[in-house]
């Protein structure tokens, strides 16, 4: 599978990465990691998500596409929630913090923060949700 890599966001991230300064001067570990070639290759099935893509690794898969319909809904029922605080404002948070959710990926992380954010966000409140129902219906 040979992907067309667009070097001028890595330039980009990579000077971002070496201009920053973090507060506490602690590195973020390596936390999430992508599966390995080896056990990828002998059970694809297995370790590629089947219903729901949370995070970026499987996030654009057109296999995907029909469960961001319901994390989408579950992100407007979030909002609703809200109140007077608006969703933008949660992305906003979160963008702060992109250098840090980066740097917890194994893999280059090929698009802007904005949209990290937007992924994390809406991810988020679909995961939210789900435990919500998934607790309501348990008890």
């Not at 999430?32 to 059970?43: A, G, H, N």
């Not at 906003?92 to 893999?107: I, N, T």
Request: proline share 5%; hydrophobic share 40%.
């Amino acid at each position: 599978m040979n992907q067309i890599f667009d070097e001028i966001p890595w330039v980009i991230q990579i000077r971002q990465t070496l201009e920053e300064e973090f507060e506490d001067e602690t590195e973020v570990p390596v936390s999430i990691f992508s599966v390995p070639k080896v056990l990828m290759s002998s059970s694809p099935d297995l370790h590629t998500p089947q219903q729901v893509a949370i995070g970026p690794y499987y996030h654009w898969r057109p296999e995907m596409y029909e469960m961001e319909r319901y994390k989408l809904a579950a992100a407007k029922r979030y909002q609703k929630q809200l109140q007077r605080i608006k969703f933008q404002n949660l992305v906003d948070q979160l963008v702060k913090f992109e250098s840090r959710v980066r740097a917890c990926y194994h893999k280059y992380l090929d698009f802007n923060g904005e949209t990290q954010a937007w992924m994390m966000a809406i991810d988020a409140s679909f995961l939210l949700e789900f435990l919500q129902v998934y607790a309501i219906k348990r008890s």
